[in-house]
């Protein structure tokens, strides 16, 4: 469940999504490329350093919905 968005540009967002008890915060770039945070400590590493501390990279929609989905099944 989405539970907040925030604009760092048009075609580029940050969405809060709650996965069962974990938060999660998602990079969303135009739609085609997805980094998945799992703290905002790892999330503003990456916007100010570009270290790259995510624990999902993928370009589809699809596949960050199963690694959300798999995330969910074994907690």
Not at 28 to 51: A, K, W
Request: charged share 25%.
């Amino acid at each position: 469940m989405i539970t907040s968005t925030y604009y760092l540009r048009p075609n580029i967002t940050i969405e809060t999504e709650l996965v069962g008890w974990t938060k999660f915060f998602i990079y969303n770039y135009q739609g085609i490329h997805y980094r998945v945070f799992r703290s905002l400590n790892d999330l503003s590493r990456f916007l100010m350093n570009g270290e790259d501390a995510c624990s999902f990279d993928g370009l589809t929609e699809v596949e960050l919905e199963k690694y959300l989905k798999l995330t969910e099944l074994t907690g």
